[in-house]
T-cell receptor
Framework: DAGVIQSPRHEVTEMGQEVTLRCKPI?????LFWYRQTMMRGLELLIY????????DSGMPEDRFSAKMPNASFSTLKIQPSEPRDSAVYFC???????????FGSGTQLSVL | DAKTTQPTSMDCAEGRAANLPCNHS???????VYWYRQIHSQGPQYIIH???NNETNEMASLIITEDRKSSTLILPHATLRDTAVYYC????????????FGAGTRLTVKP
């Protein structure tokens, strides 16, 4: 299995631009999570899905952030418009219901200039 | 989820056992102890979890005290590749809320 796949690996954009991060979970996993990591705040849970349905989005910082999961093998996290304070590493993770092992992708390093 | 307390950083000599402590004095009866680690520039990686019995797998051992108020993750023969941030998390399993990571312990394995 290829594991959780995230793209792009690095993203550099200018303030005000739209950014879309992508994630492909491990096949058969029915939970998908988006985390953000910064030096100041550590790893923060943004949102998670179960069977493609958003369950808890209380960690999404504000309306500029949105996440979708149109099918079991694909999710996006969109920031529009982006701001410099959004610069962080964004991780996607997945797990199968009934298992407590969470599998993380390699992350997307986002820099907003 | 119960609060955990870990040392900010630790050093360990290569080839020696690394013992990483975690305090969770407010743990409740149905909460498990989980350990993850994050090697630089990678996503966190699951290591082990347990309820009250000691657990061992190919990566590490988990020792939980009888009162369950603290635990120790043991890497029996640390290598340079074990240098990472180690997170101790306490939560109810199969809860819809997911893993919430604290600051962890930065373990540096030295040659």
């Amino acid at each position: 299995d290829a594991g959780v796949i995230q793209s792009p690996r690095h993203e550099v954009t200018e303030m005000g631009q739209e950014v879309t991060l992508r994630c492909k979970p491990i096949s058969g996993h029915d939970y998908l999570f988006w985390y953000r990591q910064t030096m100041m705040r550590g790893l923060e849970l943004l949102i998670y899905f179960n069977n493609n349905v958003p369950i808890d989005d209380s960690g999404m910082p504000e309306d500029r952030f949105s996440a979708k999961m149109p099918n079991a093998s694909f999710s996006t996290l969109k920031i529009q418009p982006s701001e410099p304070r959004d610069s962080a590493v964004y991780f996607c993770a997945s797990r199968i219901g009934g298992s407590e092992k969470l599998f993380f992708g390699s992350g997307t390093q986002l820099s907003v200039l | 989820d119960a609060k955990t307390t870990q040392p900010t950083s630790m050093d360990c000599a290569e080839g020696r056992a690394a013992n990483l402590p975690c305090n969770h004095s407010t743990i409740s009866g149905n909460e498990y102890v989980y350990w993850y680690r994050q090697i630089h520039s990678q996503g966190p990686q699951y290591i082990i979890h347990g309820l009250k019995n000691n657990e061992t797998n190919e990566m590490a051992s988990l020792i939980i005290t009888e009162d369950r108020k603290s635990s120790t993750l043991i890497l029996p023969h640390a290598t340079l590749r074990d240098t990472a941030v180690y997170y101790c998390i306490v939560r109810v399993p199969y809860n819809n809320n997911d893993m919430r990571f604290g600051a962890g312990t930065r373990l540096t394995v030295k040659p």
